[in-house]
């Protein structure tokens, strides 16, 4: 199967499966679905090619620049998620996800540019001529290793570039949630997209620790959640509003309990039990909420692993009067 698959590369992609490899050592787990790794392989491999140089040892700036636009795009969306459409084969779920994978190689990335860079211009690292591109990159980061849990790393960067780049303005003296925050409705003109992203991180890093019993992880996403929402709300304009955090953690919820490939991750069926009985005491409304949405694709799914649907997923109470509510709420106005 590997001898077969490497001449499908070379026969009919042109590509070379050993320089593949070389990149995903060097960079991280590339999904060769998506664009960016073939940016990365193109820009590298035709300057080898041409100049019969190493992977290490390419250094040109507009090479660079390639490459690290397709490092950083990997950072806020190098996680694919494709799922079969059965009713219409053209149209598939394709979705995309911010993968922290991509941040060390990054940082590693920017270090290495910068210093060839320094060198040759003899200027402090602090003044490089990239650096507010590398604050604003590792600044991003930070956020979103921390609305995902992985707090000791964001605390890393954030110390790092206060070490490295001295920043100045009273933010930076901030505690790193404070900042985040604050860099979220800097100027008073927050971004929904960023916002969209902290929150649906966060509530993900919430429920994914149901499945494994963090009740404090738990708890410590769900309120950094509540609080981007709410300062988010109360600067935003009327336009760019998000919908009630009930509709958020629902949609995020219905993906993680029937898709968890979408958020970017492998879920068990087990686990997925688990977050669903946790709501129970936690969110029983939600319970509520998501019911007929999970239940007919789980009933599937417990079949095919042989677990009794009803007893994994049990309809929660006040499941009727719910859906008398909707029937009254989506009937046509009389005239």
Not at 27 to 50: A, E, K
Not at 317 to 331: C, I, N, T, V
């Amino acid at each position: 199967l590997a001898f077969v698959r490497a001449q499908l590369l070379w026969n009919i992609y042109r590509m070379d499966p050993e320089w593949m490899l070389q990149l995903m050592e060097r960079y991280g787990p590339l999904d060769w679905r998506l664009v960016q790794p073939h940016g990365l392989y193109w820009v590298t491999c035709g300057i080898h090619v041409c100049n019969s140089i190493a992977l290490a040892d390419i250094n040109s700036l507009n090479t660079d620049r390639i490459v690290m636009n397709c490092l950083k795009a990997l950072t806020w969306s190098g996680r694919l998620a494709y799922r079969e459409n059965p009713r219409d084969a053209d149209a598939p779920s394709i979705a995309s996800a911010a993968d922290w994978r991509f941040v060390e190689s990054t940082q590693a990335e920017y270090l290495r540019i910068i210093n060839a860079i320094t060198e040759t211009t003899q200027e402090p690292f602090k003044d490089n001529t990239l650096k507010a591109g590398h604050i604003n990159y590792l600044v991003a980061a930070a956020a979103m290793l921390y609305a995902g849990q992985r707090r000791t790393e964001a605390a890393e960067y954030y110390q790092w570039i206060k070490d490295n780049y001295e920043p100045a303005g009273d933010e930076w003296n901030m505690k790193l949630e404070d900042f985040i925050v604050y860099r979220l409705n800097r100027e008073g003109a927050p971004i929904p997209s960023v916002a969209r992203n902290q929150l649906q991180a966060s509530l993900v890093a919430a429920y994914l620790a149901l499945s494994r019993d963090d009740s404090a992880s738990y708890r410590s996403s769900m309120r950094y959640a509540r609080r981007v929402y709410d300062v988010y709300q109360e600067s935003a304009a009327k336009r760019n509003k998000l919908p009630p955090m009930g509709m958020l953690k629902a949609g995020v919820l219905c993906d993680l309990l029937v898709e968890p490939r979408i958020l970017g991750y492998n879920v068990p069926l087990l686990g997925r039990v688990k977050v669903y009985a946790r709501l129970y005491s936690l969110e029983p409304k939600l319970q509520v909420i998501i019911y007929d949405t999970i239940a007919r694709p789980l009933k599937a799914q417990c079949r095919l692993e042989g677990l009794d649907f009803d007893k994994a997923f049990p309809m929660p109470a006040g499941l009727d009067e719910y859906r008398a509510l909707r029937r009254r709420r989506l009937a046509p106005a009389k005239p």
